[in-house]
Nanobody
Framework: EVQLQASGGGLVQAGGSLRLSCAAT???????????IGWFRQAPGKQRELVAT????????YKESVVKGRFTISRDNAKNTVYLQMNSLKPDDTAVYYC???????????????WGQGTLVTVSS
């Protein structure tokens, strides 16, 4: 049962930046094109939502309503790590952030069932 580990969260003031990391051992460009690692977040009392994905072929997708040009997902295969660079953070970005593997089926991204604890990002005003 594979479980990815998110890290790098913390407390930051509005307008600040954080870079989250996701240990992604085995994630390579040789994997199927529809395979991807995604960043998700869940705020208290709200549903978990997709933030961004990066596919095995390096294609990236963002939830524009969330990101609005502020976040960047990337990966370093040599380090087996996927990153989420978050700039211009807002209090509404406060959430537990998770990373997970998954695949695209049609236009929707389905993450795997095994979720880690995630990492807490708190943005103060």
């Amino acid at each position: 049962e594979v479980q990815l580990q998110a890290s790098g969260g913390g407390l930051v003031q509005a307008g600040g930046s954080l870079r989250l990391s996701c240990a992604a051992t085995g994630f390579t460009f040789d994997d199927p094109v529809n395979y991807a690692i995604g960043w998700f977040r869940q705020a208290p009392g709200k549903q978990r939502e997709l933030v961004a994905t990066i596919r095995s072929d390096s294609r990236t997708d963002y939830k524009e309503s969330v990101v609005k040009g502020r976040f960047t997902i990337s990966r370093d295969n040599a380090k087996n790590t996927v990153y989420l660079q978050m700039n211009s953070l807002k209090p509404d970005d406060t959430a537990v952030y998770y990373c997970n593997t998954g695949e695209y089926r049609g236009t929707y991204y389905y993450p795997d069932k095994n979720w880690g604890q995630g990492t807490l990002v708190t943005v103060s005003s």
